[in-house]
C-alpha cells in the first residue's frame, strides 16, 4: 500500500508538473500573441518578441527572414549576456549561410522543416563554419543546444527563429520543440498578414498616385507643368465670381513669345521644348502666388493677376514681365534671346466673364506684335487711336 501510495504520489507531483508548465507556456504564447497583434510593425514587434523568448524559453534568440531574392535578413537578436547578443547580429552578415551548405539555419529555410539539436558538439560547429575565425567565434558563443524552426504562412517559408542554450546548464526537450513550433507558427502568420497589408496599402497608394497623376494630367501642361486653358478658364470664372463680391480689378495677359518659330525650326523642338520650360520658370518667378501662369499650347502663356486696386499696378507688373523675359536664355552653349508680345484686358472695363476678356487680351497681344514685339499692350476699341 506503501508504494502504491508513493507511486500515486509522483504520479500526481508529474501531472502537477506538467500542468503548470502547460499553464505557462499557455502564458507565454498569449503574451507573444499579444505582442504580435499590437502592431503591424512586424521588423519591431519581432525583436519584442526575441526579447519574451530569452530567458523563457532561450539564452539567445534569433530571428532571420528570407528576402524575395532568398538572401536572409536578420531582424533580431536577443540574449541574456549582452556581448553575445552583438556577436549574434554581427555573425550573419561576416558569414551568410551559404544556401546549398550544412548549416542549419539554411536547412531549415531551404526545407521549410525544423532542426532539433538537443546536444551541439565541437564536431557540428567545425561541419558549418566556413573558417578556422568562423569556428572560433562560434565556440566562444558556448551553444549546448538549440532548436531552429521555420515561420510558415500559406505554404510558404518566410524566415525562422533559432533559440539556442549557453549558459543556463538546461538542454532542449521535445516539448520544448513543440511550444518553439507553436510561437512559430503564430510570427508567421503575423509575418505574412503584415506584408499583406503593406502590399494593400502600397497597392491604395500607388492607385491614388496613379489618380492624381492622371487628374494632373487632365489640369495641366505635360511639358511646362503649368496649369492648362481648362483650369485657366475656372480660376478666372472664380476670379470674377469674387471680383462681383469684393470690387477689385483683374487683369488677364496673353502672351506669345517673338521669334520662337524660327528658334524651333533651326534648333529643333528639344531647344524650343527646354526654351518654353524656362519661360514658363520666368513667368512664375515674376508673379505672385495667388497669380495664375497657364499655358494654353504652343508659344501662348496666359496670366491671371486677380484682386488688384487700381490698374496702374497692372503696368508695373507687365513691364517687369517684358524685362525679365528680355534677358538672354542660356541653352546647350548658346544664348537666345527671345521676347513676347503681351496683351492685356482689365475687368470690368474690358468684360465681365471669362470668355471675353481672354479674347480682349488676345486682340491686345496682337497689336502688340505688329507693333514690333517686346511689349504690352492693354486692350482697346478698334476704333480709338492706340496710345500705349
Known amino acids: 500500500m506503501e508504494e502504491e501510495r508513493d507511486r500515486f504520489l509522483m504520479q500526481e507531483r508529474v501531472a502537477r508538473a506538467q500542468a503548470e508548465e502547460a499553464r505557462r507556456h499557455m502564458a507565454f504564447l498569449a503574451e507573444a500573441s499579444t505582442l504580435l497583434s499590437s502592431s503591424l510593425d512586424y521588423e519591431a514587434t519581432l525583436s519584442s518578441v526575441a526579447r519574451l523568448a530569452v530567458p523563457y524559453l532561450a539564452d539567445g534568440c534569433a530571428v532571420d527572414i528570407l528576402e524575395e531574392d532568398q538572401t536572409v535578413r536578420r531582424l533580431a537578436v536577443a540574449a541574456t549576456d549582452p556581448s553575445k547578443e552583438k556577436i549574434g547580429k554581427e555573425l550573419i552578415h561576416r558569414y551568410p549561410p551559404d544556401p546549398g551548405g550544412k548549416h542549419p539555419l539554411q536547412r531549415v529555410l531551404r526545407t521549410g522543416k525544423p532542426v532539433f539539436l538537443p546536444e551541439i558538439t565541437d564536431a557540428m560547429l567545425a561541419s558549418v563554419a566556413q573558417n578556422e575565425a568562423h569556428l572560433r567565434i562560434g565556440r566562444s558563443l558556448g551553444l549546448t543546444s538549440a532548436i531552429i524552426v521555420p515561420l510558415l504562412a500559406r505554404g510558404r517559408t518566410l524566415g525562422a527563429i533559432s533559440f539556442v542554450l549557453t549558459d543556463s546548464g538546461r538542454r532542449y526537450r521535445p516539448a520544448d520543440l513543440i511550444l518553439a513550433e507553436d510561437l512559430a507558427r503564430r510570427v508567421g502568420m503575423a ?15 500607388e492607385r491614388k498616385r496613379m489618380e492624381d497623376h492622371l487628374q494632373f494630367l487632365a489640369s495641366h501642361d505635360t511639358l511646362t507643368h503649368l496649369p492648362n486653358r481648362v483650369v485657366f478658364t475656372d480660376r478666372l470664372n472664380q476670379a470674377v465670381e469674387r471680383a462681383r463680391r469684393y470690387p477689385k480689378l483683374i487683369a488677364v495677359f496673353f502672351l506669345d513669345l517673338d521669334g520662337f518659330k524660327g528658334i524651333n525650326d533651326s534648333f529643333g523642338h528639344a531647344i524650343g521644348d527646354r526654351l518654353l520650360k524656362e519661360m514658363a520658370e520666368r513667368l512664375t518667378h515674376s508673379t505672385r502666388r495667388s497669380d495664375t501662369v497657364a499655358r494654353l499650347g504652343g508659344d501662348e502663356f496666359t496670366l491671371i493677376i486677380p484682386d488688384l486696386s487700381e490698374a496702374q499696378n497692372v503696368t508695373i507688373i507687365a513691364q517687369n514681365i517684358v524685362n525679365a523675359l528680355a534677358e538672354p536664355f ?31 487680351a488676345d486682340q491686345a497681344m496682337y497689336r502688340a506684335k505688329k507693333q514690333g514685339g517686346n511689349l504690352f499692350r492693354f486692350y482697346s476699341p478698334p476704333h480709338v487711336s492706340d496710345k500705349n
Request: glycine residues 6%.
Open 191 to 205: 509575418v505574412d498578414n503584415a506584408r499583406l497589408y503593406r502590399a494593400a496599402q502600397e497597392e491604395i497608394k
Open 330 to 360: 542660356s541653352l546647350e552653349g548658346y544664348l537666345f534671346s527671345v521676347t513676347a508680345s503681351i496683351g492685356i484686358s482689365l475687368y470690368p472695363r474690358d468684360g465681365t466673364d471669362a470668355e471675353t476678356l481672354l479674347q480682349k
